[in-house]
Nanobody, 122 residues
Framework: VQLQASGGGLVQAGGSLRLSCAAS????????MGWFRQAPGKEREFVTG????????YYADSVKGRFTISRDNAKNTVYLQMNSLKPEDTAVYYC????????????????WGQGTQVTVSS
């Protein structure tokens, strides 16, 4: 199973980025997908998750209203649209796949992408 995250970069505060995570090696539609992030010196934290059907989405309070997760099962890809970015959003963003009962718990995801760096300048 491979998850390939991409789309990170450097953006000014207030700007937007869209991250992508392409999955291969497992039946993509059977599993939920999540995005986590980890800033230097901090623990990895939940950002957002989406059910396999796309019918249920979950967000951390810190990104609610600014970030949107979506998935295209035909392309085995999940997206994270990030708007109104803030310097505190700076982190390495990871996509993950699994069948979580607690969406915010990283240990409940089976597979992880390599991470993509997002840097928001003030």
């Amino acid at each position: 199973v491979q998850l390939q995250a991409s789309g990170g970069g450097l953006v000014q505060a207030g700007g937007s980025l869209r991250l992508s995570c392409a999955a291969s090696g497992r039946t993509f539609t059977n599993y939920a997908m999540g995005w986590f992030r980890q800033a230097p010196g901090k623990e990895r934290e939940f950002v957002t998750g989406i059910r396999w059907s796309g019918g249920g989405t979950y967000y951390a309070d810190s990104v609610k209203g600014r970030f949107t997760i979506s998935r295209d099962n035909a392309k085995n890809t999940v997206y994270l649209q990030m708007n109104s970015l803030k310097p505190e959003d700076t982190a390495v963003y990871y996509c993950a796949s699994g069948s979580p009962t607690n969406w915010r718990r990283a240990s409940e995801y089976d597979y992880w992408g390599q991470g993509t760096q997002v840097t928001v300048s003030s």
